[in-house]
């Protein structure tokens, strides 16, 4: 049983408020042009936030306390071909401070796998945990997290696949309607819903790319907010 043994200093909790009371909803400004909606960059959150901490006095501190590198084997399902992914199991900690106190917890921290796909994945996943961290710290309203804005694919092919949506043309409500587009719109939330797991989620993702992209704009915003919703609490859960 979790147990909450480590109060948070008053200082730290007066500071806390200060920045919630004058913080407010982070825009957003980045563009996924894979999946055709807007979220909320890193540096969209960074300088709301910043910007109301400094007014607080309050410092936010990030420690990398686990990296640990995996090698997954797998076949290619339209190849058959044997393929390798490396993928990085990272942990987070995190301290808040000001001139009069400071203080962290082990319980304090976010826990994230990560597709290894260059230098750029560390610097990602550093900023996706203080990300995530500054979100559930102050309550910020706000989109999508960074690592969904790009696309989330296996091989070469799956990547074009994903890459080619942003050019796809939308159909009208009354056309998706006519040719059964609803249908296909309810199977998609119901796989949504029933995603167990990141992976599963954004498999569902790629699997229905092409109607996720061609859907009526208000409907494509419906499956943006519950793949969004449905990601934070996947993560969260792992945390």
Avoid at 34 to 61: K, P, Q, W
Wanted: a negative charge.
């Amino acid at each position: 049983m979790m147990r909450f043994d480590n109060p948070i200093p008053g200082p730290i909790v007066k500071a806390i408020c200060h920045v919630k009371s004058n913080l407010g909803a982070v825009k957003k400004n980045g563009r996924n042009t894979h999946g055709g909606y807007n979220f909320a960059s890193t540096d969209d959150i960074y300088a709301e936030c910043m910007r109301c901490m400094a007014a607080a006095g309050l410092v936010l501190l990030s420690s990398e306390l686990h990296c640990e590198i995996k090698r997954l084997e797998t076949t290619d399902t339209k190849t058959g071909q044997p393929k390798t992914q490396q993928w990085a199991h990272f942990e987070f900690g995190f301290m808040l401070a000001t001139p009069e106190a400071s203080w962290t917890d082990e319980h304090a921290k976010r826990t994230l796998y990560i597709q290894v796909t260059g230098p750029q994945t560390f610097q990602a996943a550093q900023s996706y945990a203080e990300k995530a961290y500054l979100r559930s710290l102050f309550k910020i309203p706000t989109g999508d997290m960074d690592l969904d804005a790009y696309a989330q694919a296996d091989t070469e092919e799956d990547m074009m696949a994903l890459a080619s949506n942003g050019r796809t043309k939308r159909k009208s409500s009354a056309a998706a309607k006519r040719d059964g587009t609803n249908q296909k719109f309810n199977e998609i939330r119901k796989a949504i819903s029933e995603s167990i797991n990141p992976e599963m989620l954004q498999h569902v993702r790629k699997t229905y790319a092409d109607d996720w992209a061609e859907a009526p704009s208000r409907w494509a915003e419906l499956l943006d907010a519950d793949y969004d919703t449905k990601m934070d609490d996947l993560r969260g859960a792992m945390i």
